[in-house]
């Protein structure tokens, strides 16, 4: 298993305001089909609907660049990049990215980056520590519009969306290389 260890570097402002403004406005012609629906009742009641970002998208090469040049991260190909909607949930759906999935140990580091929705502390993530058999919240990270979060695979975290003030949905950018 990858390390918990935190490493969780935060970047306000992470895509250029042409491309930010871009990928905003490309949000209603996405395929949010059915067929990119999960709910797994062993995931708990964690719902998100995905628009799966193919290698040879614009935005694919625009991301790494940005990886390499904005942060420690060194990227040279994505193992899964996709946009994510994610709704509100009844409790933490608290998970480690690497700790299941056909992607199993292929991977080192994640990014998410915060697209739109609402502006709220409650509609970030949240990053645990193991206490005995529970999962503790130790760090928050709050949404905020166009905010890039990295961090190992290995690291345990979760939507707070449970806490949010509304049921409004957010949008991201997942990314794990």
Do not use: C
Not at 33 to 43: F, G, I, M, V, W
Not at 56 to 65: F, R, S, V
């Amino acid at each position: 298993m990858k390390s918990s260890a935190f490493n969780i570097h935060i970047i306000d402002n992470f895509f250029p305001e042409n491309i930010y403004k871009k990928i905003l406005e490309s949000i209603p012609n996405m395929n949010w089909s059915s067929s990119d629906l999960y709910d797994s009742k062993r995931e708990g009641d964690h719902l998100w609907i995905s628009n799966i970002v193919h290698p040879e998208d614009e935005i694919t090469g625009i991301l790494i660049n940005l990886i390499n040049s904005k942060t420690l991260f060194k990227i040279k190909q994505f193992e899964l990049l996709s946009y994510t909607l994610q709704s509100q949930t009844s409790e933490p759906y608290v998970h480690s990215d690497e700790a299941y999935g056909k992607e199993r140990g292929k991977t080192n580091s994640q990014i998410l980056i915060y697209i739109d929705g609402s502006v709220d502390i409650n509609k970030g993530t949240g990053f645990y520590v193991k206490q005995g058999d529970q999962w503790v919240l130790n760090t928050h990270v709050g949404f905020f519009k166009n905010r890039a979060i990295l961090f190992p695979t290995g690291v345990w975290h979760s939507p707070l969306t449970w806490n949010s003030r509304d049921g409004i949905p957010r949008i991201a950018l997942i990314g794990q290389f």
